[in-house]
């Protein structure tokens, strides 16, 4: 089954009887949103941003 960690971790809580109302992914990788983005908004990634996220 093909699915995104969200909707993973939806359903491993409703298993526990809770829900999920929001999630919100700070870290991918080793790479991590900075402080001064705020939500809703995006920037351009550059190449040590990409490293990062290439790492395992």
């Not at 089954?1 to 999920?20: C, D, I, S």
């Not at 991590?32 to 939500?39: H, K, M, S, T, V």
């Not at 809703?40 to 990062?52: H, N």
Request: hydrophobic share 40%.
């Amino acid at each position: 089954m093909l699915e995104g960690k969200y909707h993973q971790v939806k359903r491993m809580v409703a298993a526990a009887g809770n829900r999920v109302e929001k999630l919100h992914r700070e870290r991918i990788g080793g790479f991590g949103l900075p402080d001064d983005l705020a939500e809703g908004q995006w920037r351009w990634l550059d190449d040590a941003d990409l490293a990062k996220l290439r790492q395992n």
